[in-house]
């Protein structure tokens, strides 16, 4: 139940890009998975502020414990949407 509203939450303050995000990683951690491997390029496709949100998620969720993400790659300008996006939509 706290999980489901944690995702309320954050879903409030995301786009939909993002928001679809997060709810593949929230399905994954109660499916006992990891991440998508193409997480990285997923997450460059965000706007930064969008990018953050999203990285705070997954660190709340008890995923990238052992990650270190830089601030500039954290910050920098959205990159181009990965071809399968739409798939994890």
Same mark, same amino acid.
Request: net charge negative.
């Given at each position: 139940?706290?999980?489901?509203?944690? +995702?309320?939450? +954050?879903?409030?303050?995301?786009?939909?890009?993002? +928001?679809?995000?997060?709810?593949?990683?929230?399905? #994954?951690?109660?499916?006992?998975?990891?991440?998508?491997?193409?997480?990285?390029? =997923?997450?460059?496709?965000?706007?930064?502020?969008? #990018?953050?949100?999203?990285?705070?998620?997954?660190? =709340?969720?008890?995923?990238?414990?052992?990650? +270190?993400?830089?601030?500039?790659?954290?910050?920098?300008?959205?990159?181009?949407?990965?071809?399968?996006?739409?798939?994890?939509?």
């Amino acid at each position: 139940m706290m999980l489901q509203a944690l +995702v309320l939450a +954050v879903a409030q303050a995301l786009s939909p890009a993002a +928001v679809a995000f997060v709810e593949d990683a929230t399905a #994954r951690l109660i499916a006992g998975e990891e991440l998508a491997p193409d997480f990285p390029v =997923r997450l460059q496709a965000l706007p930064p502020d969008q #990018r953050l949100l999203a990285i705070v998620h997954l660190r =709340r969720a008890g995923y990238l414990s052992d990650v +270190v993400m830089p601030l500039d790659w954290i910050l920098s300008p959205a990159g181009p949407a990965p071809d399968n996006a739409k798939a994890h939509e």
